[in-house]
T-cell receptor
Framework: GDSVTQTEGQVALSEEDFLTIHCNYS??????LFWYVQYPGEGPQFLFR?????EKGSSRGFEATYDKGTTSFHLRKASVQESDSAVYYC?????????????FGLGTTLQVQP | GGIITQTPKFLIGQEGQKLTLKCQQN?????MYWYRQDSGKGLRLIYY???????QKGDLSEGYDASREKKSSFSLTVTSAQKNEMAVFLC???????????FGSGTRLLVI
Protein backbone atom coordinates (compact mmCIF):
# COMPACT_ATOMS: atom_id res chain seq x y z
CA GLY A 1 0.00 0.00 0.00
CA ASP A 2 0.92 3.68 -0.13
CA SER A 3 3.38 4.87 2.49
CA VAL A 4 5.51 7.81 3.60
CA THR A 5 8.91 7.54 5.27
CA GLN A 6 10.55 10.36 7.19
CA THR A 7 14.15 9.46 7.83
CA GLU A 8 14.83 11.66 10.84
CA GLY A 9 12.90 11.22 14.05
CA GLN A 10 14.56 14.20 15.69
CA VAL A 11 16.69 17.07 14.41
CA ALA A 12 18.60 19.50 16.62
CA LEU A 13 19.94 22.72 15.10
CA SER A 14 21.10 26.17 16.10
CA GLU A 15 19.48 29.38 14.85
CA GLU A 16 20.46 30.29 11.26
CA ASP A 17 21.38 26.68 10.44
CA PHE A 18 20.16 25.09 7.23
CA LEU A 19 17.38 22.55 7.65
CA THR A 20 16.67 19.41 5.65
CA ILE A 21 14.05 16.87 6.67
CA HIS A 22 13.93 13.89 4.34
CA CYS A 23 10.63 12.49 3.07
CA ASN A 24 10.29 9.59 0.66
CA TYR A 25 7.06 8.08 -0.52
CA SER A 26 5.83 4.85 -2.06
CA UNK A 27 2.78 5.09 -4.32
CA UNK A 28 1.81 4.65 -7.93
CA UNK A 29 1.11 7.55 -10.22
CA UNK A 30 1.37 11.15 -9.03
CA UNK A 31 -0.07 11.47 -5.53
CA UNK A 32 -0.37 14.91 -3.99
CA LEU A 33 2.33 15.49 -1.37
CA PHE A 34 1.97 17.72 1.67
CA TRP A 35 3.93 19.15 4.58
CA TYR A 36 2.27 19.94 7.92
CA VAL A 37 3.70 21.55 11.05
CA GLN A 38 2.46 20.91 14.59
CA TYR A 39 3.24 23.17 17.56
CA PRO A 40 2.80 21.95 21.14
CA GLY A 41 -0.82 21.76 22.24
CA GLU A 42 -2.17 22.37 18.73
CA GLY A 43 -3.30 20.30 15.78
CA PRO A 44 -1.12 20.03 12.67
CA GLN A 45 -1.26 23.04 10.33
CA PHE A 46 -1.01 22.83 6.55
CA LEU A 47 2.26 24.25 5.24
CA PHE A 48 2.08 23.58 1.51
CA ARG A 49 1.53 20.92 -1.12
CA UNK A 50 2.69 19.85 -4.59
CA UNK A 51 0.98 17.64 -7.15
CA UNK A 52 3.27 17.34 -10.18
CA UNK A 53 6.83 16.25 -10.84
CA UNK A 54 9.31 19.14 -10.29
CA GLU A 55 6.61 21.33 -8.71
CA LYS A 56 7.90 23.36 -5.75
CA GLY A 57 5.74 24.09 -2.77
CA SER A 58 6.69 26.80 -0.29
CA SER A 59 5.47 28.71 2.73
CA ARG A 60 6.98 30.67 5.63
CA GLY A 61 10.50 30.19 4.23
CA PHE A 62 10.11 26.42 3.96
CA GLU A 63 10.14 24.71 0.59
CA ALA A 64 10.09 21.26 -0.98
CA THR A 65 10.25 20.01 -4.57
CA TYR A 66 8.26 17.04 -5.85
CA ASP A 67 10.72 14.55 -7.34
CA LYS A 68 9.09 11.59 -9.06
CA GLY A 69 12.45 10.07 -9.99
CA THR A 70 13.64 9.73 -6.40
CA THR A 71 10.08 9.58 -4.95
CA SER A 72 10.99 12.37 -2.54
CA PHE A 73 9.61 15.61 -1.15
CA HIS A 74 12.33 16.83 1.22
CA LEU A 75 11.62 19.85 3.40
CA ARG A 76 14.26 22.59 3.45
CA LYS A 77 14.76 25.97 5.05
CA ALA A 78 17.82 28.12 4.59
CA SER A 79 17.96 29.66 8.06
CA VAL A 80 15.91 28.27 10.94
CA GLN A 81 14.69 30.26 13.93
CA GLU A 82 13.89 29.14 17.45
CA SER A 83 10.20 29.64 16.63
CA ASP A 84 10.46 26.88 14.00
CA SER A 85 10.77 24.30 16.77
CA ALA A 86 7.86 21.94 16.15
CA VAL A 87 6.95 18.53 14.74
CA TYR A 88 6.88 18.31 10.94
CA TYR A 89 4.80 15.75 9.06
CA CYS A 90 5.08 14.72 5.44
CA UNK A 91 1.86 13.32 3.97
CA UNK A 92 0.64 11.69 0.79
CA UNK A 93 -2.81 11.94 -0.73
CA UNK A 94 -4.11 8.41 -1.26
CA UNK A 95 -5.07 7.92 -4.88
CA UNK A 96 -7.16 4.77 -4.49
CA UNK A 97 -10.85 5.56 -4.09
CA UNK A 98 -10.29 9.33 -4.40
CA UNK A 99 -11.52 9.78 -0.83
CA UNK A 100 -9.26 12.58 0.30
CA UNK A 101 -7.42 10.36 2.76
CA UNK A 102 -3.95 11.50 3.70
CA UNK A 103 -1.25 9.07 4.78
CA PHE A 104 1.17 10.66 7.23
CA GLY A 105 4.77 9.91 8.04
CA LEU A 106 5.80 9.39 11.65
CA GLY A 107 6.88 12.99 12.03
CA THR A 108 10.19 14.76 12.68
CA THR A 109 10.72 16.78 15.83
CA LEU A 110 12.81 19.89 15.16
CA GLN A 111 14.48 21.59 18.10
CA VAL A 112 16.24 24.88 17.38
CA GLN A 113 18.56 26.33 20.01
CA PRO A 114 19.03 30.11 20.23
CA GLY B 1 -12.52 32.34 8.37
CA GLY B 2 -13.78 29.06 9.63
CA ILE B 3 -12.99 27.04 12.67
CA ILE B 4 -12.95 23.41 13.72
CA THR B 5 -13.70 22.77 17.39
CA GLN B 6 -13.07 19.62 19.36
CA THR B 7 -14.68 18.92 22.71
CA PRO B 8 -13.65 18.16 25.33
CA LYS B 9 -10.00 19.26 25.27
CA PHE B 10 -9.14 16.79 28.02
CA LEU B 11 -10.93 13.57 28.86
CA ILE B 12 -10.19 11.27 31.76
CA GLY B 13 -12.04 7.98 31.70
CA GLN B 14 -12.12 4.70 33.55
CA GLU B 15 -11.32 1.29 32.18
CA GLY B 16 -14.26 -0.18 30.28
CA GLN B 17 -16.08 3.12 30.01
CA LYS B 18 -17.70 4.32 26.77
CA LEU B 19 -16.34 7.76 25.89
CA THR B 20 -17.53 10.17 23.21
CA LEU B 21 -15.47 12.87 21.52
CA LYS B 22 -17.09 15.60 19.44
CA CYS B 23 -15.96 17.70 16.50
CA GLN B 24 -17.67 20.66 14.81
CA GLN B 25 -16.59 22.60 11.69
CA ASN B 26 -18.08 25.62 9.95
CA UNK B 27 -16.05 25.44 6.73
CA UNK B 28 -18.91 23.59 5.02
CA UNK B 29 -16.36 20.87 4.23
CA UNK B 30 -17.76 17.60 2.92
CA UNK B 31 -15.15 15.26 4.36
CA MET B 32 -14.22 14.81 8.00
CA TYR B 33 -11.66 12.56 9.67
CA TRP B 34 -10.64 11.20 13.05
CA TYR B 35 -6.96 10.43 13.64
CA ARG B 36 -5.22 9.05 16.69
CA GLN B 37 -1.80 10.44 17.57
CA ASP B 38 0.56 8.42 19.76
CA SER B 39 4.12 9.32 20.55
CA GLY B 40 6.43 7.78 17.94
CA LYS B 41 3.57 6.43 15.82
CA GLY B 42 2.49 9.46 13.86
CA LEU B 43 -1.14 9.97 12.89
CA ARG B 44 -3.29 6.93 12.27
CA LEU B 45 -6.71 7.12 10.65
CA ILE B 46 -9.60 5.77 12.72
CA TYR B 47 -12.71 6.78 10.77
CA TYR B 48 -13.63 9.21 8.04
CA UNK B 49 -16.81 10.43 6.40
CA UNK B 50 -17.19 11.87 2.91
CA UNK B 51 -20.66 13.26 3.49
CA UNK B 52 -23.48 13.41 6.01
CA UNK B 53 -24.46 9.93 7.27
CA UNK B 54 -21.49 8.31 5.52
CA UNK B 55 -18.92 6.36 7.54
CA GLN B 56 -15.70 4.72 6.33
CA LYS B 57 -13.30 2.68 8.46
CA GLY B 58 -9.67 3.62 8.64
CA ASP B 59 -6.72 1.46 9.65
CA LEU B 60 -7.44 1.72 13.38
CA SER B 61 -11.23 1.43 13.59
CA GLU B 62 -11.43 -1.56 15.95
CA GLY B 63 -12.63 -0.41 19.35
CA TYR B 64 -14.24 2.74 17.98
CA ASP B 65 -17.58 3.86 16.55
CA ALA B 66 -18.31 7.08 14.71
CA SER B 67 -21.35 9.14 13.78
CA ARG B 68 -21.94 11.87 11.16
CA GLU B 69 -25.54 12.99 11.62
CA LYS B 70 -24.91 16.48 10.28
CA LYS B 71 -22.48 17.80 7.70
CA SER B 72 -20.90 20.07 10.30
CA SER B 73 -20.29 17.51 13.02
CA PHE B 74 -18.47 14.21 13.41
CA SER B 75 -18.30 12.32 16.69
CA LEU B 76 -16.09 9.44 17.77
CA THR B 77 -16.88 6.91 20.49
CA VAL B 78 -14.33 4.80 22.29
CA THR B 79 -16.46 1.73 22.93
CA SER B 80 -14.47 0.38 25.89
CA ALA B 81 -11.58 2.44 27.21
CA GLN B 82 -8.38 0.50 27.85
CA LYS B 83 -6.55 0.98 31.14
CA ASN B 84 -3.43 3.20 30.94
CA GLU B 85 -4.43 4.33 27.46
CA MET B 86 -3.09 7.77 26.66
CA ALA B 87 -3.39 9.43 23.27
CA VAL B 88 -4.42 12.55 21.42
CA PHE B 89 -7.40 12.32 19.08
CA LEU B 90 -7.38 14.77 16.19
CA CYS B 91 -10.36 15.72 14.07
CA UNK B 92 -9.87 17.23 10.62
CA UNK B 93 -11.98 18.38 7.70
CA UNK B 94 -11.30 18.95 4.03
CA UNK B 95 -13.03 19.67 0.74
CA UNK B 96 -12.13 16.18 -0.51
CA UNK B 97 -9.61 14.48 -2.73
CA UNK B 98 -6.12 16.02 -2.72
CA UNK B 99 -7.29 18.93 -0.58
CA UNK B 100 -5.42 19.99 2.51
CA UNK B 101 -6.86 19.28 5.95
CA UNK B 102 -7.78 21.71 8.68
CA PHE B 103 -7.23 20.11 12.06
CA GLY B 104 -8.78 20.78 15.42
CA SER B 105 -6.53 21.23 18.44
CA GLY B 106 -7.22 17.72 19.71
CA THR B 107 -8.76 15.84 22.62
CA ARG B 108 -6.25 14.40 25.07
CA LEU B 109 -7.44 11.12 26.54
CA LEU B 110 -6.19 9.45 29.69
CA VAL B 111 -7.70 6.23 30.98
CA ILE B 112 -7.10 5.34 34.64
Amino acid sequence: GDSVTQTEGQVALSEEDFLTIHCNYSASGYPALFWYVQYPGEGPQFLFRASRDKEKGSSRGFEATYDKGTTSFHLRKASVQESDSAVYYCALGAITGNTGKLIFGLGTTLQVQP
Amino acid sequence: GGIITQTPKFLIGQEGQKLTLKCQQNFNHDTMYWYRQDSGKGLRLIYYSITENDLQKGDLSEGYDASREKKSSFSLTVTSAQKNEMAVFLCASSMGANSDYTFGSGTRLLVI
